[in-house]
């Protein structure tokens, strides 16, 4: 991912006084310590790091400052009075406000009815659309952004949806902006704007929390990283006094030497095939070949038709035309069951929504898509062989979990990818398609999944993935693929790959459909 240039000539703001201390902050839940005797201060008008493992406690911690959770132990301050009983209307009244990765955004209502949601300015009994425009215009002005405030939020972009969410908080005059992996789904572009945004409310005094698995983002935007893991503060750094890998190894207790790990396999026989797919404007004259010991990375930028392919190759959109080949054999996918039935499998971009269903618990989630192993010949579930399929795929994956009877919401993001992927692995599949795999997981996670992907290519299953990280994409991938506006655009080995001439090939748009054979 590419950024602006200023970080190397960002100072460090001289910080006076605290925004906001929290000291020796515990919080439990049902078998689980989520926060142990956690420490930390946020300075006026500084960006603060907030890093950590999924499940170190970032999150929770966030929750309690902003009233969602309410402590167990320990004192909180804001602009050095103390609070308590903190609760969401107690803490938007402080100034303080959170986006969360999700976006709580209404999508069938306007802008401004959106920032001002709960707070409607109404004249006579009735709502003032035209003053609450007015008033949402000068809101998003303070950003330099050009936003309708009487577009529907459903209509606009990830990025443009966050910057609503920023001016949201800008409306009830924010002090303290706690930000949730905010550049998750964003594009390079988007990234510069949202850096330019946080820079330009920093300048104005703003506090900000951080929180990022995008270690290297830091580097922009940063003025101090505080380390958790396992619940547990850990270290507190000036990040221009500090590295990536000094603070990854503070995250997860020890040096991870290889953040790309990637196994030599000899490439095998053709698993996989797909000829001149076509699906809407995204998908246009598609073919690709996928062999065993091989994992293909397919890169390009957002809007260029990565998981619109691989949605429909998978049958979750439909086909205009196109054949698909396994084993040699053509294969008619026009519904995700065929798809499964023929050994193809995907593992989507949005887990929460299209991976999961969050409010069934683990285990059942496992078995959900597997009933046609785990079912006796009478239709009835046999426990035996569905504790087996869901402790071995615990076991294998890591997952970490109380046990398995617990929601699939309850899990930090990490382990939610993890039973994603399970599921699938336990059907033993021959092709599997992950969509942005490492999206809002961590550093230690991350380096699971990878070597996951390196598990499955050893036994000859196919693997391919669509990624956003450039530096993923190159560490991992064998041959990668590169699309623009719907088609393919160029093919590389990993040898041959440079950042460069991806992003060379990523911007031809309404080019004709050019293959270079890899090496």
Known sequence: MIYLNQAKTRQVININGYAVEMSHISKGFPGVKALDDVSFTLGQGEVLALVGENGAGK????????????????????????????????????????????????????????????????????????????????????????????AIVGSLSVSRQQIVEIAKALSIDVKVLIMDEP?????????????????????????????????????????????????RYIASKVFKDTTIPEIISCMVGREIKERFPRISCERGKKIFEVRDLNAGAL??????????????????????????????????????SGQIFVDGREVTIRRPADAVKAGVVLVPEDRRKDGLCVKLSVRENIALPNLDIVCSPIGSVDRKKEHKMVDETIGSLDIKLPN??????????????????????????????????????????????????????????????????????????????VMCDGRITGEFSSGQATENLIMEYATKFESKYVRKQAV
Request: glycine share 10%; aromatic share 4%; proline share 2%.
């Open 59 to 150: 999150s929770t911690l966030m929750k309690i400052l902003s009233g969602v959770y309410t402590k167990d132990e320990g004192e909180i301050k804001v602009f050095g009075q103390a609070v308590h009983d903190l609760t969401p209307k107690r803490a938007q009244e402080l100034g303080i406000a959170i986006i969360h990765q999700e976006l709580n955004l209404c999508s069938h209502l306007t802008v401004a009815e959106n920032i001002f949601l709960g707070r409607e300015i109404a004249h006579s009994g009735l709502l003032d659309d035209e003053k609450m425009n007015e008033e949402a215009k000068k809101v998003l002005d303070r950003l330099n952004v050009s936003i309708d405030p009487a």
């Open 183 to 231: 550049t998750s789904a964003l594009s390079a572009e988007e990234v510069e704007e949202l850096f330019g945004i946080i820079r330009k409310l920093k300048g104005e005094g703003c506090s900000i929390i951080y929180i990022s698995h995008r270690l290297e983002e830091l580097e922009f935007i940063a003025d101090r990283v505080i380390i958790m893991r396992d619940g």
């Open 283 to 320: 998908v246009r004259g598609i073919n690709m070949e996928l062999y065993e010991g091989e994992i293909v990375g397919i890169a390009g930028l957002i809007g260029a038709g990565r998981t619109e392919t691989t949605r429909a190759i998978f049958g979750a959109d439909p086909k205009e």
């Open 404 to 481: 398995a009877e617990v929601d699939a919401a309850s899990l930090s993001g990490g382990n939610q990818q993890k039973v994603v992927v399970g599921k699938w692995l336990a059907r033993k599949s021959r092709i599997v398609i992950f969509d942005e795999p490492t999206r809002g997981i961590d550093v230690s996670a991350k380096v699971e999944i990878y070597n996951l992907m390196n598990e499955l290519k050893r036994q000859g299953i196919g693997v391919m993935f669509v990624s956003s990280e450039m530096p993923e994409i190159m560490g991992i991938s064998d041959r990668i693929i």
